[in-house]
């Protein structure tokens, strides 16, 4: 029997239910291929500003850095939205990702064929959309130093730096060339090299990445044009590499092709070990929802489709991740659906119950 150190971290909102499913997910993951989970638990984001404070304490970093891998459920909502205060509950997730070096988001977007209706897109401009969107997590805007306000003559202001190294770049980028070689051999670089000193950087260090892989077809777009071609050409992309800020944005509208963020999993990694593995951090991109916390209503296939992300890319168990996947595939073919992705005639499940199908099936 093998054990594995997950550090689970609910959160606010919906975090803490759908994340129950995973775990529920998990045990049967844990019977069938005779493992073990060993857990532990920490208070994060707006939950542990109202307990300690800080949104991210000391300890809960350590237990994560004492851990093969970290599930994170959610953080925020409307009773820490002060744009003013000092501490809010996203520091949980940035402070997570840089103290654990992660430093490469991960956000494979699916289209499942029965769901195909869902997207406010037409069929034919979703048939083939498979990709994987790679954002970089520890440079840009949301790091960059001088960041502040202040008052004037002139009345308020403000200013955030867009900082980039050669390091930062050039290791998401051959997260994303690696990647690449296992799909479709393609990677598209997104910047703003136009008008954007970084973006110029950005752009070099890709193409002096590129020429040690030889066998993957590099293109560049600029950023307002990936937006566009997102929703004109989506099938085009196979593995997209692009910064902080702008994978912000591009992978909350990737998520949109598919007809929800419900279904959104997502894996934050750093560092690989010589196995090739390495403590990640992985959650679903729906955010805490907080208007449908507690009603059932929130939809747990992107939580358990990050753990399935965990056990292969953190643990190397490929064929339990697969198993996971495989069960998703089946509730949606079987027409359950929770309530963000359900059409007429589908069969509509609380949170709770559609977790139940899934780990029935694996």
Known sequence: ??????????????????????????????????????????????????????????????????????????????????????????????????????????????????????????????????????????????????????????????????????????????????????????????????????????REIAVEVGKQYPDVELEHILVDACAMYLIRRPASFDVIVTENMFGDILTDEAAMLAGSMGMMPSASLGRRTKNGLGIGLYEPIHGSAPDIAGQGKANPLAMILSTAMMLRLSLGLEAEAAAIESAVDGVIGEGYRTPDIAAAGDNVVNTTKMGDLVAERV
């Open 1 to 202: 029997m093998s054990t594995f150190r997950v550090l689970l971290t609910p959160g606010d909102g919906i975090g803490p239910e759908v994340l129950a499913e995973a775990t529920k997910v998990l045990a049967r993951i844990e019977r069938r291929f005779r493992h073990e989970f060993v857990y532990e638990e920490e208070t994060i984001g707006g939950a542990a500003l109202d307990r300690y404070g800080v949104a991210l304490r000391p300890e809960t970093v350590a237990k994560a850095k004492a851990s093969q891998a970290v599930l994170f459920g959610a953080v925020g909502g409307p009773k820490w939205d002060d744009p003013r205060a000092a501490r809010r509950p996203e520091d949980a997730i940035l402070g997570m990702r840089k103290q654990l070096g992660l430093f490469a988001n991960l956000r494979p977007v699916r289209i499942y064929p029965e769901m195909i209706a869902q997207s406010t897109l037409k069929p034919e401009v979703l048939e083939g959309v498979d990709m994987v969107v790679i954002r970089e997590l520890t440079g840009g805007l949301y790091f960059g130093q001088p960041k502040k306000r202040w008052e004037s003559a002139r009345g308020r202001q403000s200013v955030d730096t867009l900082r980039y190294s050669e390091k930062e770049v050039a290791r998401v980028m051959h997260v994303g060339f690696q990647l690449a070689r296992q799909r479709r051999k393609k990677l598209t670089s997104v910047d703003k090299a136009n008008v954007l000193r970084t973006g110029q950087m950005w």
